[in-house]
């Protein structure tokens, strides 16, 4: 199993960053993937980005050149750096991460970019 506990979220205006956490409760290099899925109102849960174990990153079109995901293998913490915010990234965010095969998800993490 896998406990996953997301922080970060906040009200920024648009055009401001924030930086999310996302903490495990195993060792980060025992997970084969961490990602970062969001939901906003009325929408279904989507992609944002993810990393895997060997560190390579995926993005999401939408937010490619202003998000980086990055772990800290000492801390088991995996972060999503989010520049350049827009009203449109208003959600919540979720961490998620695949071990043995199987999805263990965190509560999530509400961000709003206020216009």
């Known amino acids: 199993q896998v406990q996953l506990v997301e922080s970060g979220g906040a009200l920024v205006q648009a055009g401001g960053s924030l930086r999310l956490s996302c903490a495990t409760s195993r060792s980060i290099r025992s997970i084969n993937a961490m990602g970062w899925y969001r939901r906003a109102p009325g929408k279904q849960r989507e992609f944002v980005a993810t990393i895997t174990s060997g560190g390579t990153t995926n993005y999401a079109d939408s937010v490619e050149g202003r998000f980086t995901i990055s772990r800290d293998d000492a801390m088991n913490t995996v972060y999503l750096q989010m520049n350049s915010l827009k009203p449109e990234d208003s959600a919540v965010y979720y961490c998620?991460?695949?071990?043995?095969?199987?999805?263990?998800w965190g509560q999530g993490t509400q961000v709003t970019v206020s216009s």
């Open positions: 998620r991460a695949i071990f043995q095969f199987t999805s263990y």
